[in-house]
């Protein structure tokens, strides 16, 4: 399931007289399974798009399709089902709520999600003890280290087994030892068939993990190399 497709995508944003034009006619093919990183430097649009792409904000005019339906075809309730099952989204600020526990933070996740309420909290905790946070589910974000925040969010996107993560700057406030994991973890993810879509300023992090990198610049998409031939994984 989920190819993704962008046809002619804009997204402007008026500031007093001025129009910002975060995501600039960009279109856009993302094959299940892949690997995808977008790069570029910082108010480049990569967060717009990626929020486009998930479903969590609208186009000011283009397509996007998930499987060849038009997202702007679904009704509300259909793009919440959209949003709620496919998509994982780990924000680049985290969007954590503070006043909540890690456990409670990753069991959110789960309410609209049809998982029965008895189901939440032990699939809550299975995800953070597969991120070794077993030690850290009673903690407030605030007495949580970067990394750790970072793993906390990374859990609340996966426990719903979303067929598509997109991770905006996962490592933007980690050391090299996170990144590292961060980048592994993502490459296992994807080695089991989750589609990535991972939005960095950090054109080596891309390099390494991603199988494509396109780049962003302005709003516009300046390298948009063909889809790699990689046999077993084509769709
Ligand atoms: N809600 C908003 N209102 C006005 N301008 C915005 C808004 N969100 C983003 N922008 C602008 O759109 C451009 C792209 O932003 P963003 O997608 O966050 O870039 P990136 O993630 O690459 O740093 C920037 O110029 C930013 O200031
Ligand atoms: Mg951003």
Known sequence: MSRLRAFELCRYYRRGPQEVRA????SLDIRRGEFLAIV?????????????????????????????TALNSLSRRELSSYRAKQVGMVFQSFNLVAHHTALKNVELALFFNDTPARERRLLASHMLERLGLTNRMDHKPADLSGGEQQRVAMARALVKKPSILFADEPTGNLDHENTEQIGQMLTELNGQGQTIIMATHDLELARRYAHRTVRMNYGRLIEAPQ?????????
């Open 227 to 235: 889809l790699p031939d990689r046999g077993e994984k084509s769709q």
């Open 40 to 68: 570029g430097s910082s108010g480049s649009g990569k967060s717009t798009m990626l929020n486009l792409l998930a479903g969590l904000d609208t186009p000011t005019s283009g397509r996007i399709e998930v499987d060849g």
């Open 23 to 26: 995501v600039d006619n960009v």
